[in-house]
């Protein structure tokens, strides 16, 4: 017979992290993702517990067009995920241990690639990639990539743990993720 077991570790340097590790964030749970040289990547294993949209009208062309990078920037959700965050008391603790991303960002949500595309390992297995908010049903979830041409469809998560695209104004879950180091 073989035991699994969890065991409480007190953590003495960022580089104790390992892939699978999970720490509590207030009432959450986040999992390390990925160890990199900087700090480890942890995302929520529920959604937060406010349903956000991507936006509420499309991105114009003209200005989707002229930026040269992910159209996550220009969403309504990163700046209400940045601004709820700083503000939410259960990430609190954590604020001063956080890197940013490369764009300066705390805070962001997961890519198709890292969802779907074995960037993460722990994601290869289905039941990881589908979460819950508060112990309720299992719902769908945004990524950060707008899917084909549109910019009015962005790509989500499903309950089946599928990948989708779906309009931007529709409001749905969000897994936070964040580089814990320092």
Partial sequence: MNILRKQEVIMNDISDF??????KV?????TCQKVMDKGAVFMLDQY?????RMNSEPISHDKAFNFKGNIYILSELRRELLKDFK????FIDILDHLVPFYNGDIVRIPSVDEMFGGDWELMTVR??????RNGDDI????LCNKNSDSFIFFDVVTSCGTAFRDSASNYYGVRPVFIFGR
Avoid at 18 to 23: E, N, T
Avoid at 139 to 142: A, D, H, L, R, S
Wanted: glycine share 10%; charged share 35%; net charge negative.
């Fill in 26 to 30: 207030g009432k959450y749970t986040a």
């Fill in 18 to 23: 390992k892939v699978g590790d999970q720490i």
């Fill in 87 to 90: 503000a939410d008391p259960e």
């Fill in 139 to 142: 719902e769908w979830g945004w």
């Fill in 48 to 52: 937060l517990d406010k349903t956000y």
């Fill in 127 to 132: 039941k990881n990639r589908i979460a819950d």
